[in-house]
Each structure stands twice: as structure tokens, then as C-alpha cells.
């Protein structure tokens, strides 16, 4: 296994300063949405996308090169069946702001899988993560209350997402790729 990817904290920094405008939550899902639809990283494709999510002319290096080490962790912990592939969201703040981080990880995996129009979903299963995905996407965080019970749910949310992504990669990739007699699509 590589190195350990970049934080929540760290890729919230290098966002904030090349001046962009995107949640590190969003850009890992986006990044994760990509894989699973078997886009391999490629500069000039995930530059591009990258600079449109940040609201950028283009990425700056430090942030590319942060992304990158994002997306070749991610890939790999995504293949790997110990799964500890997990989504990177804020560890240390209010229920609101992850909550909130949450749904738009959904929102940025879902943009990644429709950017790289994947081969058809087939499962009944998969259909229906996609569109639990989806409806957690549209999360409406603001007067989420501290409690126990709230964030007992939240943490069964996200762990749902995370398995739903491992199901969706599976089918898609390691299913739908050796069907195809490749693992692979590239771009």
C-alpha cells in the first residue's frame, strides 16, 4: 500500500489556496466517482475537470500532485479486499458540517460516475445504491442537532455510502472489466 492520502485538512488548505471553491469531500468523491467508472488518472482530462469543480482557470501543481496521490490511494484501497477503502470527510467539527460534507461527497461521486459514463449499471442492487446515493446528495444539514442519536445515524449513512461505492466499483469494475477481458477502460 502507498503512502497515507492527503487529509481532509491538508486538501482544504491547498483548495483554499489556489483560490478554489470546492469541499475536499466533493473532489474525493468526484475522484472516487472516476474510478469506478474505470477512468484512469490522466493530467489533461482530470486537469480540466478539476479546474471546473474549483472554479479555476487551471489547477496549480501542488494541488494536482495532491490529487493524484488522492486518486492513486483511493484506486487502490477501492481494489483492495481488506477494505479500508474510507470517504474522506471532516473528522473534527460540528454533526452540521459533516453531514453537509457527506452529501456533497455523494454529490461529487455521482458527477465522476456520470463524467465517465461507465457501462451500464446491472444489478438491482447497484440501481438502488445509485439512487440511495443520490437522495444523500441532497442532504439538508442546516438545524441538524448535536445528539447521540444523530450522529449514530450519521455514522450509519456514512458507512452505507461506503459500501454502496465498494458494491458499485465491484459490479462495475472488477465484475463488469473481467466480463469485458479488461480491468481498464482508460479514457
Known amino acids: 500500500m502507498s503512502a497515507a492520502p492527503p487529509s481532509y485538512d491538508t486538501l482544504s488548505a491547498a483548495i483554499l489556496a489556489a483560490g478554489g471553491e470546492s469541499d475536499p469531500s466533493e473532489l474525493h468523491g468526484f475522484v472516487c466517482g472516476l474510478l469506478c467508472a474505470e477512468k484512469a488518472p490522466d493530467s489533461s ?6 479546474a471546473r469543480i474549483l472554479a479555476l482557470e ?9 490529487m493524484a496521490r488522492l486518486a492513486q490511494v483511493s484506486a ?40 465517465g459514463a461507465p457501462p451500464g449499471i446491472k444489478s438491482p442492487g447497484c440501481r438502488e445504491a445509485l439512487q440511495d446515493l443520490s437522495e444523500i446528495a441532497q442532504i439538508d444539514a ?9 450522529e449514530q445515524q450519521l455514522l450509519q449513512v ?22 469485458q477481458g479488461s480491468n481498464t477502460r482508460g479514457q
Open 58 to 66: 487551471a489547477v496549480p501543481a501542488a494541488l494536482e500532485n495532491s
Open 158 to 179: 456514512q458507512e452505507y455510502v461506503r459500501v454502496a461505492v465498494l458494491t458499485i466499483f465491484t459490479e462495475i469494475v472488477q465484475i463488469g472489466g473481467a466480463d
Open 76 to 115: 487502490e484501497r477501492l481494489r483492495d479486499d481488506s477494505f479500508e477503502f474510507q470517504l474522506l470527510l471532516p473528522d473534527d467539527s460540528g454533526i452540521d458540517l459533516r453531514a453537509q460534507s457527506l452529501g456533497q461527497w455523494c454529490q461529487g461521486f455521482l458527477h465522476g460516475l456520470g463524467v
Open 142 to 150: 442546516l438545524g441538524v442537532e448535536e445528539s447521540g442519536e444523530a
Open 45 to 50: 482530462f482530470w486537469q480540466g475537470e478539476l
